[in-house]
Every structure is written in structure tokens, then in C-alpha cells.
């Protein structure tokens, strides 16, 4: 065992739990309480997990307020939720051995106990870092693929427009439109995520709404009018978005990032989609297990061709994921948000 609780000094974890609400609120480090705790023994069917990389999605955001949602809040006192790659360090558990490489959703914490539920061994492809297991090849790039290959259903010569462009799911977007043979419309906030949405992902153009004329710059990018929306955003921009829909237009609510913190997301041109007869359809990847291995399969073909690019921002220690969190929800990650747990990877 690397390091493990047979050691003479008892192992120690070191975990991130929710301290207050944010109900309705910014998020801020007060809402967090960092905790050491001992690692406890391990009994007849479990293992221990070494995190490597934690991710840090907008989703949690939701999970730290009380109100009614798809997923039930983190309760006050608990280990913040989130997806991580890590090695078994330890096990009592016949479908995993000391080495493998894990994937799941162990929370914010260097260790993690488990039963084995809900943890899969990773493919390990050649030249693939681990943490792409949690963007591109993981949860960010499964809801892009899905939204786009199940609810947009591209067609070549169309044109698309995705928001949070340069984000872990928007950049997986426009890749694949474009490899679609879609034109490619991005809103992402400020000039470095514009250029990367065009220079590294190949969008045709990328619209920068801090500039503040979203509408014009959208009839501009799309003279001939959008026929599918994939909304990260919501709020201003998807209202300028709808407003110069096509008929028979597709949009897939992916995300309505600008109303996480509360003051909602008020939506003024419904008009469109009466008008336009849209077709407006939600969705949350976790109801989708079934599309995992087909979307894994074409993302990774993809990567390992060298023809679907990423970015990350990586924050080092589990004590600075609080921070990381609180970055993402005002736009200061370029792509992949992620917290490196173990400083050897
Ligand atoms: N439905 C699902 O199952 C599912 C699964 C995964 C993710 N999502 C959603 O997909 C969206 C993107 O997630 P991600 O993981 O790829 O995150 P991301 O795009 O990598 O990071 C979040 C980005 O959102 C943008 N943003 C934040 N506040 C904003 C505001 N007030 N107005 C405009 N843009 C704002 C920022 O980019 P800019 O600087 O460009 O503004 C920020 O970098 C989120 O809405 C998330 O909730 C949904």
C-alpha cells in the first residue's frame, strides 16, 4: 500500500465540506470548512482511493442550496461532491487491485473510501493525461455529445451557436459541429477565449459579449440565422440568441450558468419560439448512463487522432478548490476547471 493506514503514522485525509448555504448568494470560502480527519480502516469489500484530480463543475453550485432541484443539495457537514481520477492504495475489494487507476465521484478529498459502486477503471489510452478523464473524455464531453448528437441533431451547412464557448463543454461543442460540417458561432466572455474558441477549436467565429452588442454581433455571425442553440448561459444571451432563430430551430438547454447565484434567467423573446416553432428541450447527462460508451468511444477516437483539442486550468491542493469553484462561476477558468489532490501528477 502507497502510504497506507498499516503505515506506522495513521493516514490522514484532508477533505473540503459544506459549512453554510449559499442560498441564493456568491459563493465565498466561508461556505467551505477545510477538515483533517483519520482514514479509517478498511473493511471486507471496500478499498481506498488516492485522489489524483478533482473536478470542479458549475453543477455544484446548485448542490450547495437548499432549494428543490434535479439532485438532492450537499447537507451542512458533508464532503462536497464531485467527480475525480485517483489510484487504489489499498483494497479489500475482488474487482479492484493496488495501481488501478479509478474513475468516480469521490468528493472533495485527498482519500476516499468506497465499495467499489460507482467507480470504473479508466481505458488509459496512449498520451492521454488523466485529468482529460474528467473533461473531454468524461462528464463535460458526454453533454456535449449528447446535446449535440441527441437534441441538435446537426446538419452540414447549418449553423450553430454555442455559449460558454471556450468552457469544458462549449469547446467540445463546436468541435464536433465543425467536424460536422456545421458553421460555428461562439459567445465566450473576453478576447484570450475568443481566440482560443477560433485559433485552437476551429469555430469560424466567436463573439465576445463583454464587448456588450451580442444582438449585432450575432446577426453578423450568422447572417443566415441560427438554427441550433446549445445554452450554457441563459439570461441576455440566449435572449439575443432566440431572437434571430430559425424556423424549425433546435435548442438544447444544456446550462443557465448567469443565473447559478440567484436573480434568475428571465427569457423575453418566448415569442420565437411560438413563431419559429423551436424546439426547446432540457437535459441533465446523469438521466443519459446509456450514451456513455458510444459518446466515449467517438470522443476518444477523436483525441487519440489528435482532431479534438482541450484546455485546462488546474489549481494545486485540495485547499484551493473552494477557490477554483468560486473562479469558475465568474469565468476566470479557460476551459476544464480541475484541482490537482496529488502533487507527484
Ligand atoms: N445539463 C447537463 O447535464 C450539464 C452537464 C455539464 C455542464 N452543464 C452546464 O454547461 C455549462 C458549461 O459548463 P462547463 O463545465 O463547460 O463550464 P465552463 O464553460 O468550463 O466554465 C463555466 C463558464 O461559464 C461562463 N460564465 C459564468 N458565469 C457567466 C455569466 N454570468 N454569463 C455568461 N457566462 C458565464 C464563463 O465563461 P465566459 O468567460 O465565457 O463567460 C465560465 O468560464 C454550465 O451551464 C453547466 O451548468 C450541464
Given at each position: 500500500m502507497e502510504g497506507g493506514p498499516t503505515d506506522s503514522a495513521p493516514l490522514v485525509n484532508r477533505r473540503v465540506v459544506l459549512a453554510a448555504r449559499a442560498d441564493g448568494r456568491p459563493v465565498t470560502l466561508e461556505n467551505f470548512r477545510i477538515e483533517d480527519c483519520p482514514v479509517p480502516e478498511l473493511a471486507e469489500g471496500e478499498l481506498l482511493v488516492r485522489n489524483r484530480f478533482l473536478s470542479i463543475d458549475p453543477y455544484m453550485r446548485g448542490r450547495m442550496d437548499g432549494a428543490r432541484s434535479y439532485a438532492k443539495p450537499v447537507e451542512i457537514g458533508e464532503v462536497m461532491v464531485g467527480g475525480t481520477v485517483g489510484i487504489v492504495?489499498?483494497?479489500?475489494?475482488?474487482?479492484f487491485a493496488i495501481g488501478d487507476l479509478v474513475q468516480g465521484r469521490l468528493g472533495w478529498q485527498r482519500y476516499a473510501v468506497s465499495d467499489g459502486n460507482g467507480l470504473s477503471r479508466l481505458p488509459e489510452l496512449p498520451g492521454v493525461p488523466l485529468s482529460a478523464y474528467l473533461g473531454v473524455l468524461g462528464m463535460p464531453g458526454v453533454t456535449a455529445w449528447y446535446g449535440l448528437n441527441r437534441i441538435l441533431e446537426p446538419a452540414a451547412g447549418q449553423t450553430l451557436v454555442v455559449s460558454a464557448a471556450s468552457g469544458a463543454v462549449g469547446s467540445v461543442v463546436g468541435q464536433l459541429a465543425k467536424a460536422a460540417g456545421c458553421r460555428v458561432v461562439g459567445i465566450a466572455g473576453g478576447a484570450e477565449k475568443c481566440a482560443i474558441a477560433t485559433e485552437l477549436y476551429g469555430f469560424d467565429v466567436c463573439i465576445d459579449y463583454k464587448r456588450g452588442h451580442v444582438a449585432a454581433d450575432l446577426i453578423a455571425a450568422a447572417p443566415q440565422g441560427i438554427d441550433m442553440l446549445f445554452e450554457n448561459v441563459g439570461g441576455a444571451l440566449m435572449d439575443a440568441a432566440f431572437a434571430h432563430m430559425n424556423p424549425f430551430g433546435r435548442v438544447a438547454v444544456c446550462g443557465l450558468i448567469s443565473g447559478y447565484d440567484g436573480g434568475g434567467t428571465p427569457l423575453n423573446q418566448v415569442r420565437s419560439i411560438l413563431v419559429n416553432r423551436l424546439r426547446v428541450q432540457g437535459f441533465i447527462i446523469s438521466d443519459h448512463p446509456d450514451v456513455w460508451p458510444e459518446a466515449l468511444r467517438d470522443l476518444s477516437a477523436r483525441v487519440t487522432a489528435g482532431t479534438l483539442k482541450w484546455r485546462e486550468t488546474i489549481a494545486e491542493g485540495i485547499d484551493a478548490a473552494p477557490q477554483a469553484l468560486i473562479d469558475l462561476l465568474a469565468g476566470r477558468n479557460v476551459g476544464k476547471q480541475l484541482v490537482r489532490l496529488d502533487p507527484a501528477h
Open positions: 492504495v489499498a483494497s479489500r475489494n475482488e474487482r
